[in-house]
């Protein structure tokens, strides 16, 4: 894996510091994921999508529709703490073009949001999610191989590509 994609998957606040909590996460869910894991988030990925409240399926809606939900996130992070208000959660789900009832937003976070005893979200629950990190990682090749296309350079490997992990 190299540095970029590190940065990209544990700089969670995108201040281009990676902390350290975060990055121990990085390293239990890159290292410490069994093969049964990975190939489960293998097999979501390759179920057509539907029309369920949860987490999976709204991650997976957001990548199809280009929505960047850490955007989404960080725009609300006062704090800069990777936590967002429960209501302003609540407002980022509805303005998805989803079509999120209220009844379907308090199932996501019913069955999918951590919050803390002051009710704030933790929003990176939600992108170190193993099915957003492989659409993340999917994303992140995509586009290294559209600019290796688009570069003048000489064809050599990408180190995106050399240095991924399998």
Same mark, same amino acid.
Do not use: W
């Given at each position: 894996?190299?540095?970029?994609?590190?940065?990209?998957?544990?700089?969670? %606040?995108?201040?281009?510091? /990676?902390?350290?909590?975060?990055?121990?996460?990085?390293?239990? +869910? &890159? $290292?410490? =994921?069994? *093969?049964?894991?990975?190939?489960?988030?293998?097999?979501?990925?390759?179920?057509?999508?539907?029309?369920?409240? %949860?987490?999976?399926?709204? /991650?997976?809606?957001?990548?199809?529709?280009k929505i960047?939900? +850490? &955007? $989404?996130? =960080?725009? *609300?992070?006062?704090?800069?703490?990777?936590?967002?208000?429960?209501?302003?959660?609540?407002?980022?789900?509805?303005?998805?073009?989803?079509?999120?009832?209220?009844?379907?937003?308090?199932?996501?976070?019913?069955?999918?949001?951590?919050?803390?005893?002051?009710?704030?979200?933790?929003?990176?629950?939600?992108?170190?999610?193993?099915?957003?990190?492989?659409?993340?990682k999917l994303?992140?090749?995509?586009?290294?191989?559209?600019?290796?296309?688009?570069?003048?350079?000489?064809?050599?490997?990408?180190?995106?590509?050399?240095?991924?992990?399998?």
């Amino acid at each position: 894996m190299n540095r970029e994609l590190i940065s990209r998957l544990a700089d969670v %606040d995108e201040n281009n510091k /990676i902390n350290y909590g975060d990055f121990c996460k990085l390293l239990d +869910r &890159e $290292l410490l =994921k069994s *093969e049964l894991a990975s190939e489960k988030t293998q097999e979501i990925l390759q179920q057509p999508l539907m029309n369920k409240n %949860d987490l999976t399926t709204l /991650i997976r809606k957001a990548f199809a529709n280009k929505i960047n939900l +850490r &955007e $989404l996130f =960080k725009t *609300e992070d006062k704090f800069n703490q990777g936590l967002i208000e429960r209501l302003s959660l609540y407002q980022i789900l509805e303005s998805l073009p989803f079509g999120y009832s209220p009844e379907d937003i308090y199932e996501i976070f019913r069955d999918s949001t951590i919050f803390d005893a002051h009710g704030n979200a933790d929003y990176t629950i939600i992108l170190q999610n193993d099915v957003y990190c492989a659409l993340e990682k999917l994303k992140f090749q995509s586009e290294s191989k559209h600019s290796e296309k688009n570069s003048t350079s000489s064809p050599k490997k990408s180190l995106i590509e050399s240095n991924y992990c399998n």
